[in-house]
């Protein structure tokens, strides 16, 4: 069998965890025996983290694969997917590793599956080096079920860094095939909303003051708009640990969604939080792109599964988005150009990323 997996190399390019989640996600769509080496050469700590193995092993469950190599801190493994099938699947990072991250290596594969799926995925919520819960929800969520499918993603608990303990459940129903996207014209903003949030032992103030500090910082650029970041505190039942963060999305007349989010850690003054925030929120308005530099990469396995040509206009291609381009170009026959716009605005630094999808079509539906 070796002879036919296909090898990945996990040390290239961005270096992360990212190119463990995009190749085996693809793996099991296509049912492409893998092998991937030098997993996450490119980070301090090189292999398998908690939230990876966890990662690796709802896919594993989902489609009743195989996989050897499956333990914290190995640079190798290899995979070999079985059938996708629906149902209900755990994963647990037991630290503060990303649900998010875990919604992102299963969520593509659950669409394909045979039946409706029910994930109950545990860790952190809001953590550092992944996208927070409230994005997935605010911005991933209504962008990505553009593609023709829908998903419910119910916040049971929440769970901040170091101990996690937040636990989100995905439900889904597969789809025949994905539809293309086509994401080229930005509008203007319409409104801005958010929520800068704290939890457990945290007092409300810090979530009035990110929400101060990030209006503040947001007016200088923007003037005639009505800003609304609510703060909240999380209701103690439906919060583990202490926590604090801010989401900004920024509305715009063609239902494009950006934003810019951050979180507060232990010795970092809550106004500097919120214009942490607002900053990246008004960078990712600047670039005229019609999606900010969160979303790019997570949209890219749905466009290369999609049937047709999906095109989405960006800012600056980040590295991630290199890295799940290569990736997806390597396992499927999608195709990807990346052109600078043309805009008649020499300021604005967009670019417009192009696929003909594979045409994934489900074999069980």
């Known amino acids: 069998m070796d002879g036919d997996r296909v090898e990945i190399d996990g040390g290239i390019m961005e270096g992360g965890g990212q190119i463990l989640r ?3 996600a693809l793996s099991c769509l296509l049912g ?3 092998r991937v080496r030098r997993i996450r ?3 301090s700590q090189p292999g398998l983290r908690p939230q990876h193995l966890s990662g690796l092993e709802v896919i594993r469950d989902l489609c009743e694969g195989k996989l050897e190599g499956g333990e914290i801190g190995s640079t190798e493994i290899t995979f070999t997917p079985g059938k996708i099938k629906g149902g209900t699947h755990i994963a647990d990072t037991k630290t503060a590793g990303s649900v998010c991250l875990l919604m992102q290596v299963a969520m ?3 669409l394909f ?3 409706p799926s029910e994930l109950h995925l545990k860790g952190g919520t809001n953590a550092e080096m992944a996208p927070q819960i409230d994005y997935t929800v605010m911005v991933f969520k209504p962008i990505v079920e553009k593609f023709n499918f829908t998903f419910n993603c ?3 608990k929440r769970g901040y860094y170091p101990q996690g303990g937040g636990e989100v459940v995905v439900q889904m129903s597969p789809v025949k095939e994905l539809s293309p996207i086509n994401l080229t014209e930005r509008g203007t903003v319409t409104k801005i909303y958010g929520r800068a949030f704290v939890a457990g032992a945290l007092p409300i103030k810090l979530a009035k003051d990110m929400s101060a500090a990030a209006v503040r910082c947001i007016r200088k650029e923007i003037r005639d708009l009505y800003i609304n970041v609510q703060p909240v505190r999380e209701p103690d039942d439906q919060a583990f640990g202490t926590g604090s963060g801010i989401i900004i999305v920024a509305e715009t007349s063609t239902g494009c969604l950006l934003a810019g989010s951050s979180l507060g850690k232990r010795g970092k ?3 500097k939080v919120g214009i942490e925030a607002a900053e990246i929120l008004l960078r990712n308005l600047k670039h005229g792109g019609t999606v900010d530099d969160s979303l790019q990469d997570q949209l890219i396995i ?6 047709g040509v999906s095109r989405v206009k960006s800012g600056p291609i980040t590295l991630h988005t290199q890295t799940a381009i290569h990736f997806a170009e390597q396992l499927t026959k999608a195709k990807f150009t990346v052109t600078k716009s043309e805009e008649e605005d020499p300021s604005k630094d967009a670019y417009i990323i192009e696929c003909q999808g594979m045409g994934m079509i489900n074999p069980n539906l």
């Open 32 to 34: 492409l025996p893998l």
């Open 22 to 24: 995009v190749s085996t």
């Open 269 to 271: 003054n809550a106004d």
């Open 302 to 307: 749905f466009m290369a599964l999609a049937k």
């Open 41 to 43: 050469a490119g980070r």
């Open 108 to 110: 593509p594969c659950v």
């Open 154 to 156: 119910d916040i049971k």
């Open 113 to 115: 599956a045979a039946s």
